[in-house]
Structures are given as structure tokens and as C-alpha cells.
Nanobody
Framework: QVQLVESGGGLVQPGGSLRLSCRASGFTFSDYSMKWYRQAPGEEREFVAAISSTSATTNYADSVKGRFTISRDNAQNTVYLQMNSLKVEDTAVYYC?????WGQGTQVTVSS
């Protein structure tokens, strides 16, 4: 059974940084691309970033390009999202995704 467990969210001031982690289990992690999505209150869930199985390819939403970095450690079955220069509009629940599976999400709040 696929399990995805996110962590690392919290409250941060504008301009600050956070690093999210998503620990995966129940499948061969190194065979699959991984994605991060986010959902703000009253909004639809939106794509944030993706990374291929070997880390050769990454993709980002225009809204986070140059500020967020996705990475993975296949030995640890973990995908990361480094978020720098955070803005109030980055406030959302952040979800890890692969195939049709989702984690429970981790709350990121950017506020002064």
C-alpha cells in the first residue's frame, strides 16, 4: 500500500524559508516521478513542482520558479521541497503526490 507522509510545514515570515519532506513507502520509490501540489483556502489544488525518477528532470509552476527547489533521495525514499523567499500567497496545504496517491498534507503559513 502506497503511503506518503509530508512534514516540515509551519509558520514563517515573508522572505523566510522552509524545507518540506515527503517520506514514501509501499512502492519502488526510485521508479517513479514525484510531485508537490498545494491548496490554498477556497482554491483548487495546484501543481507546484515535479521531479523525475532519477532527478534528471524537474519542472516548476511559474509562480515558484527561482524560489522553490525540488529534490529527492532515492536511498531514503524521500522527496524534498526547499522553499525560499516565501510570500504570503504561498500559504497553503502542501501535498506530495505520485500516480494516484496523495499524502495528508502539511500546512505552510506565511505571515508577518
Amino acid at each position: 500500500q502506497v503511503q506518503l507522509v509530508e512534514s516540515g510545514g509551519g509558520l514563517v515570515q515573508p522572505g523566510g524559508s522552509l524545507r518540506l519532506s515527503c517520506r514514501a513507502s509501499g512502492f519502488t520509490f526510485s521508479d517513479y516521478s514525484m510531485k508537490w501540489y498545494r491548496q490554498a483556502p477556497g482554491e483548487e489544488r495546484e501543481f507546484v513542482a515535479a521531479i523525475s525518477s532519477t532527478s534528471a528532470t524537474t519542472n516548476y509552476a511559474d509562480s515558484v520558479k527561482g524560489r522553490f527547489t525540488i529534490s529527492r533521495d532515492n536511498a531514503q525514499n524521500t522527496v524534498y521541497l526547499q522553499m525560499n523567499s516565501l510570500k504570503v500567497e504561498d500559504t497553503a496545504v502542501y501535498y506530495c503526490n505520485t500516480l494516484t496517491s496523495w499524502g495528508q498534507g502539511t500546512q505552510v503559513t506565511v505571515s508577518s
